[in-house]
């Protein structure tokens, strides 16, 4: 069976340092991945989907950054956090484009970021 | 404009009542429609995914009702518990797949 893993849970961070959130699934390849943030009372907004290793797309412009390094890594990433990037952050994953089951979409436990 | 609206924001009914939620969409092409329940703090949880030929499909207390006509889909939650306590968000996806349109969700909490 798959499964879907991100982490940290929480993470509080001062404005101006680094961010990294990792996100990684097991049991199937070639999987696509996304990342979004939902803030409080928000619907989720979509922040990078990837199809594929090295392909990163941005829905929109930010301080943040994606990158997929492996097959079913998936890196959430800031050089310099700003107050208005805390929020609840959320990595999904469904089957390639094409497979079964390609609808469904699966999203890991989330990570709670507060920039102070 | 692809969208998609929920209401109410939010909903308090006493345990063991009923209640239902509404989503109503403008996502086209349109490929199916999914409901997840997303306890505070945690990831969404899919209930329940409807294409466009299914009007109806259960999952235990959770019923899910489809009008690709209208384009409008309820989630209906029949005798209540507490833990039905969570957030509930409609997502539409459209034919193409890369593309998933969330609703804002429905606030639900269930009062002993």
């Known amino acids: 069976s798959q499964t879907i893993h991100q982490w940290p849970a929480t993470l509080v961070q001062p404005v101006g340092s680094p961010l990294s959130l990792e996100c990684t699934v097991e049991?199937?390849?070639?999987?696509?991945l996304y990342w979004y943030r939902q803030a409080a009372g928000r619907g989720l907004q979509l922040l990078f989907y990837s199809v594929g290793i090295g392909q990163i797309s941005s829905e929109v412009p930010q301080n943040l950054s994606a990158s997929r390094p492996q097959d079913r890594q998936f890196i959430l990433s800031s050089k310099k956090l700003l107050l208005s990037d805390s929020g609840f952050y959320l990595c999904a994953w469904r089957r390639g484009r094409g497979s079964s089951g390609a609808n469904v979409l699966t999203f890991g436990a989330g990570s709670r970021l507060t920039v102070l | 404009k692809n969208q998609v609206e929920q209401s109410p924001q939010s909903l308090i009914i006493l345990e063991g009542k009923n209640c239902t939620l509404q989503c109503n969409y403008t996502v086209s092409p349109f490929s199916n429609l999914r409901w997840y329940k997303q306890d505070t703090g945690r990831g969404p949880v899919s209930l329940t995914i409807?294409?466009?030929?299914?009007n109806t499909k259960s999952n235990g207390r959770y019923t899910a009702t489809l009008d690709a006509d209208t384009k409008q889909s309820s989630l209906h939650i029949t005798a209540s518990q507490l833990s039905d306590s969570a957030s509930y968000i409609c997502v539409v996806s459209v034919y193409n797949f890369n593309k998933f349109y969330f609703g804002s969700g429905t606030k639900l909490n269930v009062k002993p």
């Open positions: 409807m294409t466009f030929s299914e």
């Open positions: 049991g199937t390849s070639n999987p696509n």
